[in-house]
């Protein structure tokens, strides 16, 4: 186990939309409310997420990856390959920015693991998040930043209009979008540091810090999830895929077990819900994200934003037509929804569960 | 007589000045150190153990108690202890005895670990106006639980909950047995750990009817001498722990000397008044952990199936034997470091054998996660624990809960002089002698030990705000939130901690 690493800490804006009914919109909107929120990034980071992105290839794992080094592209290639059915390989397109000088190779492979692969019980996701796990802790300079269906993440070193600008995120077209800027404190300068974080559909953005994260980290150690990153925002992506994919929780259950209601309100509620909530704690006390934290995370079916127990980051929700908005201030909901029909902060450690409709 | 060349470690003096001649040192004195002499109070130093009970009730504040200046020639090698002892040993041909934990100058792991605490990127926490929360829950986990949401729209629990320990603080008492302690200090712990939501352990000596009002915040412990088990004790209270060990005496049993076995004792014990209640050292139906799997078992079937807890000291391959103990189905793992108490051990056992608690708990919650059963059971460590920070620092190395003992005799009066297995604590704590232990008025001293859980916990929550977290929870098991200073590469490998400035 490696406790040798070091925490990247950093302050942060979020901002995310969904369309109830699946209206693919196009990234301007996103883009336009970030950048509003330049102010609360520093230039050092910046990240979009977007959901419906890849309708001709919805039935295949989308993996962006990048690399530090050219030449590890075809170590990595060699493996996919004999792992995968690789539909298509691509160059993510770019386009050249003034102040991004330096990027690294980003490539995207539209793929499905090979049916002789998945032997024994071995579930297709699990497969998948293990080839994540090997890829980017054991094979130096190559990062999977994405591996969903019909999704992708899309970021970088950079504030948030230019990277916006070098990824074309206008030309994307998404049903669910979430977004990022960071304001580090201790800079890696890693494109790969920036937000969002993903994992299969999971993607995560995530404002403050969570204090909790050394238990965390261990704790799904335990379960086999290696924690690479250099930043904290990475236990909350893998907390969800093992309580909600492998643990088979609910998301507003899991959200109850990631930011626990108090004992003093759970010993106050009739006996079956007292029940539920004290074993859900005494079963995930380690899984517990405790600290200033307010996060978005994206899925296939939809949007949830949550905040810590006693909220001490910012979190603001909208509603207008089928959107739901949510972010860290409202100036950048009204950036591009200047007249929603409803407003509110969520209360600390209550989830915003926002459901794609059928 | 023989004059023993073993000087005397302590010189008790009366100031003859200040001395009244109101004869209250000689009435206190447990060791006999005072007598009356006609006109003044005469003293016998060589039995003096620098207790200080004798100190605290003189009311001239005449007595003062000095550590005898006369020492053997400074040498670094032969120590006064070690000289000492020889000499001891030259005159009785026995096994020297100590009480309490190892004194000696070994490297104290909990000094050299520092906690983290919020600035800026982070803020604190005021736990004078937020919920801290300390409580913890002792027992088996499930590893994942289900939960489905009713037509009602409630949650209902679907998994079956092992049984657990519900604690308010995570601190809980080690066991003392009656008999090693008195009566009275047993109601002292029984009052405070109902008051505080906490449990007291029995030790090995049987479960006193006057401790029955307190069953629900009682652990019994069975052990190698069988004291006192039946299937009404096994039953009386939350849990029961099997003890295999002790960190003062790894390896080692216990022995109740027939002095120390009164007929209250004797009552509780289940065994014959003035009789030695001999402890053998391994229990002798456990010889293998198959073995001690049945033993748990039985004692589970036994109990509805309580939370069984084993007790073990902290000894080298500790990691690999809370392992087998988790896997043969303990619900908690008891780790006694070896600077733990005792009422009686050979002093060359106590100080030699074992390893520290912080050591120990670092390389157990290791093994149980790299094996995937750090759930299956709660780690409670014990052995040293001195402080808030030391629990918090425990804690934070992957402890669920700590124990302590000698903190607790402390608020009645001990002042760890080591000299428990005599039978004559003055402040009749380790003592059976009744004009001893009625000093003990259970509910003054109950009260001192609530204050001193009470101010821990003020502690603790500090401790937690400092840190930014308001679950310890979130402190369990969380050693990035520790730093070590001054200690080796691979002390801080062992004990997964970074050093302080990384
Ligand atoms: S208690 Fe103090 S004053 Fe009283 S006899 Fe002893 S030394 Fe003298
Ligand atoms: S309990 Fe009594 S005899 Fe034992 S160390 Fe404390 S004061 Fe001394």
Redesign the pocket.
């Known amino acids: 186990m490696n406790h040798n690493y070091q925490k990247d800490i950093s302050g942060c804006g979020l901002t995310g939309l969904i369309s109830k009914k699946k209206n693919r919109l196009s990234g301007s909107h996103i883009v336009k409310s970030l950048c509003l929120m330049n102010d609360r990034g520093n230039g050092l980071g910046a990240g979009y997420a977007a959901y419906g992105i890849y309708p001709e290839f919805k039935d295949f794992y989308a993996f962006h990856i990048m690399y530090d080094e050219p030449s590890v592209r075809w170590t990595v290639e060699e493996y996919l390959k004999s792992n995968y059915h690789l539909e298509k390989i691509e160059e993510i397109p770019t386009f050249p920015v003034k102040a991004i000088s330096i990027s690294p190779l980003l490539v995207r492979y539209f793929m499905k693991p090979l049916k002789d692969k998945l032997v024994g019980d071995i579930q297709e996701a699990d497969f998948v998040v293990n080839t994540v796990m090997k890829v980017n802790s054991e094979i130096e300079g190559a990062y999977i930043f994405s591996s969903g269906k019909n999704m992708g993440a899309f970021k970088g070193v950079g504030n948030p209009c230019d990277i916006a600008e070098f990824f074309r995120i206008e030309d994307y077209e998404g049903y669910i979008w979430t977004a990022h800027t960071r304001f580090p404190t201790n800079t890696p300068g890693w494109w790969g540091g920036a937000h969002p974080f993903t994992l299969l559909d999971w993607s995560i953005v995530h404002n403050g810090e969570i204090s909790s994260y050394g238990i965390n980290k261990r704790y799904l150690e335990m379960y086999g999830y290696k924690l690479t990153l250099l930043t904290d925002t990475e236990v909350a992506a893998y907390l969800l895929d093992l309580l909600i994919r492998r643990h088979g929780l609910d998301i507003p259950t899991a959200c109850l077990a990631l930011a626990a209601p108090f004992w003093k309100n759970i010993d106050n509620k009739d006996e079956d819900e007292r029940e539920a909530l004290t074993a859900l704690r005494q079963a995930y006390g380690s899984a517990l994200l405790n600290g200033p934290f307010s996060i978005l995370f994206g899925h296939s079916k939809g949007l949830v934003g949550i905040n810590d127990r006693i909220k001490l980051r910012p979190l603001v929700a909208a509603i207008k037509d089928d959107i739901t908005y949510m972010a860290s201030e409202e100036s950048a909901i009204r950036a591009i929804c200047p007249t929603p029909e409803k407003v509110w902060a969520p209360r600390a450690g209550e989830a915003v569960i926002v459901n794609l409709e059928d | 007589m023989f004059k023993s060349l073993a000087p005397p470690e302590y010189l008790a003096t009366i100031d003859r000045e200040k001395c009244i001649r109101c004869k209250r040192c000689i009435q206190n004195c447990g060791w006999g150190v005072y007598s009356w002499g006609g006109d003044k109070i005469l003293i016998n130093t060589s039995k003096c153990?620098k207790?200080l009970r004798c100190y605290h009730y003189c009311p001239e504040e005449a007595i003062e108690i000095k550590d005898n200046p006369t020492k053997f020639k400074n040498n670094a090698y032969w120590s006064f202890h070690h000289i000492r002892n020889i000499k001891r040993q030259a005159e009785t041909g026995g096994i020297p005895l100590t009480?309490?934990g190892s004194d000696q100058n070994y490297p104290i792991l909990f000094d050299n670990l520092m906690i983290d605490a919020c600035q800026v990127t982070n803020p604190s926490i005021d736990p004078l106006r937020e919920p801290m929360e300390l409580r913890t829950y002792l027992g088996k986990k499930p590893s994942s639980v289900k939960i489905e949401k009713g037509k009602d729209g409630k949650l209902k629990l679907q998994t079956k909950m092992p049984p657990q320990i519900k604690l308010d603080l995570p601190i809980i008492f080690s066991p003392m047995s009656f008999g090693s302690i008195s009566l009275n200090a047993q109601k002292v712990l029984a009052m405070a750990a109902k008051e505080c939501g906490t449990v007291m352990n029995t030790g090995e000596g049987g479960l006193h009817e006057d401790l029955f009002p307190y069953k629900s915040n009682i652990m019994v412990q069975v052990a190698s001498g069988r004291f006192g088990v039946n299937p009404d004790y096994l039953n009386a209270g939350v849990a029961v722990e099997i003890k295999i060990g002790q960190g003062a005496k790894p390896g080692i049993g216990g022995h109740l000397p027939g002095e120390k076995i009164p007929l209250e004792v004797a009552k509780t014990r289940m065994i014959p008044v003035g009789t030695d209640a001999i402890s053998p050292a391994p229990q002798h139906d456990i010889y293998s952990i198959e073995d001690l799997r049945q033993l748990i078992y039985a004692i589970k079937e036994a109990t509805n199936y309580k939370p069984v807890s084993v007790k073990i000291a902290a000894v080298h391959n500790v990691a690999a034997i809370a392992s087998g103990i988790v896997r043969a189905g303990a619900d908690i793992v008891y780790l006694d470091g070896f600077r733990g108490g005792t009422g009686a051990a050979p002093s060359i056992i106590r100080d030699h054998l074992g390893i520290p608690i912080e050591h120990a708990i670092a390389a157990v919650d290791d093994r149980l996660r790299q094996e995937g059963i750090r759930n299956e059971a709660s780690i409670v460590a014990a052995g040293g624990i001195r402080s808030s920070a030391d629990a918090a620092k425990a804690i934070a190395l992957g402890a669920d809960a700590c124990a302590i003992a000698t903190s607790a005799?402390i608020t009645m009066?001990?002042?760890?002089?080591?000299?428990?297995y005599?039978g004559?604590?003055?402040?009749g704590?380790?003592t059976q002698r009744p004009e001893l232990t009625a000093r003990l008025d259970p509910e003054v001293y109950a009260e001192r030990l609530i204050n001193l859980l009470h101010a821990w916990t003020h502690e603790l929550k500090e401790i937690l705000g400092a840190l930014g977290i308001n679950s310890i929870d979130s402190l369990r098991g969380n050693r990035e939130r520790l730093r070590g200073i001054g200690l080796d590469t691979q002390t801080l490998d062992i004990l997964g901690v970074k050093p302080a400035g990384r």
Do not use: A, D, R
């Open positions: 153990v207790c009480g309490m005799l009066g001990c002042t760890t002089c080591g000299k428990c005599t004559n604590c003055s402040w704590i380790t």
